[in-house]
């Protein structure tokens, strides 16, 4: 299942590009494997995957750990300043970076082990109550501080959209937080590429592709639905 899952969502990405005028090998396919276990991850990556996306700490260091050290692992989850140090220099990327404070625990924890970490600024493109992220009109001050902090390069944005239907009622966000990411790469400001837009989950995926993402985050789209302990 997971693989004719993969074939299907590589596919529609593929098709998606082709429709936006873009090349299939600017964007990258994250598969959230978050609740899952090991056997299907190492499914996904018998089948090519490579990149692999978790939201807990303990679980993406637990994974890590058991699978084939090739993998770059994302962190999308919220990021509590008390796990930092036991993810930065186990993350390919963080995602999921929408404060000054967990910044700088994230510089500091950077500059002990002498790396630099790779992030991505969320943003809570569509103002929902319930979600992280800076406000879209407070993301340009807040990159500017955070790239100011040693040990830390800021990649680009990465928004989640709303739970919607109709994936097209959320093209409007994507294309809001594209236009975000240009207006603040035009500004070129040091330390900061602002070339990656991390945005689209299995519902929406296509439409964020048409709208400029570089990685799209599929996990019940490859892995089915998850199910949570009650
Ligand atoms: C769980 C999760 C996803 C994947 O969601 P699906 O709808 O299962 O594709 C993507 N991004 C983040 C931040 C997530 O937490």
């Known amino acids: ?3 004719e899952n993969l074939d299907m969502v590589t596919g529609n990405i593929k098709s998606a590009c082709q429709k936006a005028g873009r090349e299939p090998g600017d964007v990258t396919l994250i598969a959230v494997s978050k609740t899952k276990p090991v056997s299907a991850i190492r499914e996904a990556y ?7 996306g978790e939201n807990k700490v303990q679980e993406l260091v637990e994974k890590q750990e058991a699978l084939p050290k090739d993998i770059r692992w ?3 989850g919220h990021l509590q300043r008390n796990k930092v ?3 930065v220099d186990k993350a390919a990327l963080i995602h999921s970076v929408d404060s000054v404070r967990l910044a700088e625990e994230i510089s500091r924890e950077a500059v002990k082990k002498q790396i630099t970490v790779s992030i991505l600024i969320e943003v809570n493109i569509a103002g929902e109550d319930t979600k992280f992220g800076a406000a879209p ?3 340009e001050a807040l990159v500017r501080e955070i790239a100011q902090l040693p040990g830390i390069h800021i990649e ?3 928004t989640i959209a709303p739970y919607v239907d109709d994936a097209e009622e959320n093209r409007q966000y994507f294309s809001r937080l594209k236009q975000l990411s240009v ?3 035009r500004k070129n400001i040091d330390n900061v590429s602002m070339n990656v837009l991390s945005m689209g989950m299995t519902g929406d995926y296509m439409v964020a592709v048409e709208e400029g993402a570089s990685y799209v985050r599929v996990g019940t789209g490859i892995f089915g639905e998850r199910q949570y302990p009650v």
């Open 156 to 158: 680009g944005l990465m």
């Open 137 to 139: 009109e407070e993301t």
């Open 85 to 87: 140090k036991y993810i």
């Open 46 to 52: 018998e089948h090519g995957i490579r990149e692999f």
């Open 1 to 3: 299942m997971i693989r």
């Open 183 to 185: 207006d603040i790469k």
């Open 74 to 76: 994302h962190m999308i």
